[in-house]
């Protein structure tokens, strides 16, 4: 055999294995034959918003767990049901009060949960309003923030109940948003019930002396990741698995997000519908049983 033969020979073997190799593993496949996750997010409004905020982090998801993330625009938490019930996304990213309506509306189950560092509620007052504990508000006017909001309104609706107060009789909640310092500060209102995070961005622009803070509520449950029913268990198990294994990467690309900033030195915990059991009691603190719709809608 002539020595061009060999070469030629050597080449073609070697181009052959190369080829072999690239499609013998999952890992190296091109990402259109990939499996496709659709995933929406129910506080982010349109496709920009995704991208922005999760750009990011779907580029290290996709790297470390082999599937194709294909977003899912949403205009609100209904939105977001409408498209799990109807096959149209797979995966919600959502907090705990949205979690347990859209559980009920579509049986979508909890795969990974993100729990935010200090995530819980505080009631505070003025400190020249004479009141120094919570059963003192009886009869008062106390400011929250969005109707539905875990720690901006069913949180603190949870402190007056566990105080002997019935949020819904015994105290006039008032729910304005961001203005609910500004309306302490002008008198409108007696005290303020927030998420204590809100609280502690209040204080770095005013003088915390001027305030007290009356109850700090334990730490909420947890954002999390839901699964359509029926999603097939391999995908929330690779699901469960990326997030379990690479959170110290995932995390970081999640803070690359302007809104994420909320998820600072947060820790992944795994979660049951159980544990949603405490959100579901807040809801009937506010006089809600039936599950099904979301408050304020």
Do not use: W
Request: charged share 25%.
């Amino acid at each position: 055999m002539s020595a061009h033969r060999v070469i030629t020979s050597v080449m073609a073997l070697l181009t052959a294995a190369a080829v072999g190799s690239g499609c013998s593993s999952g890992d190296t496949a091109q990402p259109d034959q990939r499996p496709t996750l659709r995933l929406t997010v129910t506080d982010l409004q349109g496709l920009e918003e995704l991208q922005r905020e999760f750009g990011a982090f779907e580029e290290e998801f996709e790297e470390q767990s082999g599937l194709n993330l294909d977003f899912f625009a949403v205009n609100d938490r209904t939105a977001a049901a409408a498209a799990l019930a109807a096959d149209r996304v797979d995966v919600v990213f959502t907090g705990p009060a949205e979690y347990v309506v859209i559980h009920e509306k579509t049986g979508a189950e909890p795969i990974v949960a993100i729990e935010r560092d200090g995530y819980r509620s505080a009631i505070y007052t003025r400190s020249d309003s004479g009141i120094t504990d919570v059963d003192q508000l009886r009869g008062s006017k106390i400011a929250m923030s969005d109707v539905g909001s875990t720690s901006g309104h069913l949180g603190p609706s949870q402190i007056l109940a566990d105080a002997g107060l019935d949020p819904t009789t015994e105290v006039e909640v008032l729910t304005v948003g961001d203005a609910v310092h500004e309306s302490l500060k002008r008198g409108d209102v007696d005290a303020v019930g927030v998420g204590y995070h809100d609280y502690e961005e209040f204080m770095a622009v005013d003088d915390p002396a001027n305030y007290r803070v009356l109850a700090e509520g334990p730490v909420l449950p947890p954002d999390l990741l839901m699964g359509r029913a029926g999603l097939d268990e391999a995908t929330v198990a690779t699901i469960r698995d990326t997030f379990t294994e690479h959170f110290d990467t995932l995390l970081p690309a999640m803070l690359e997000g302007k809104d994420n900033a909320k998820y600072a030195n947060a820790k992944l915990v795994s979660v049951t519908d159980e544990d949603y059991d405490e959100v579901r009691s807040m809801y009937q603190a506010v006089g809600v049983n039936d599950f099904s719709d979301f408050l304020g809608d």
